[in-house]
């Protein structure tokens, strides 16, 4: 456990540290750091969802590509996850943005 001070006051105690922009905890697990990703590329999905009109593949994709991409690609260094969980976080934003194009919204996602 980490503890942080100002001066003689108590701030927080925290299990992981905050290295490099990932969250790191105690046995150098990065599991923390896909959640809030997750949570801010579906909230990027979401606000694309209300915002667009239109659910073709030549407006989706490119929206995805600069809008939500981005966030996933955060965690490109941790695509190597010790769980399973990890991975279906990330997924399932990705499982989103198919179902939203109504070109594959019939079309079950297949997990790898």
């Known amino acids: 456990m980490h503890q942080y001070r100002l ?16 969250l790191v905890d105690g ?16 909230g990027t999905l979401g606000c694309i969802r209300k915002s667009s009109a239109s659910r073709l593949r030549e407006v989706i994709l490119p929206l995805y ?5 981005p966030h ?12 399973k969980r990890d991975m279906e976080l990330l997924e399932e934003v990705q499982q989103g943005t ?9 079309i079950s996602y297949e997990k790898g």
């Open 7 to 22: 001066g003689a006051d108590l701030l927080e105690n925290s299990s992981a540290e905050k290295q490099l922009g990932l």
């Open 65 to 69: 590509s600069a809008l939500v991409r």
């Open 27 to 42: 046995k150098l697990s990065m599991s923390q750091q896909f959640v809030p990703v997750a949570k801010k590329a579906n």
């Open 72 to 83: 996933l690609e955060c965690c490109v260094q941790l695509w190597a996850p010790q769980y």
């Open 98 to 106: 198919t179902k939203m194009i109504k070109e594959l919204e019939h």
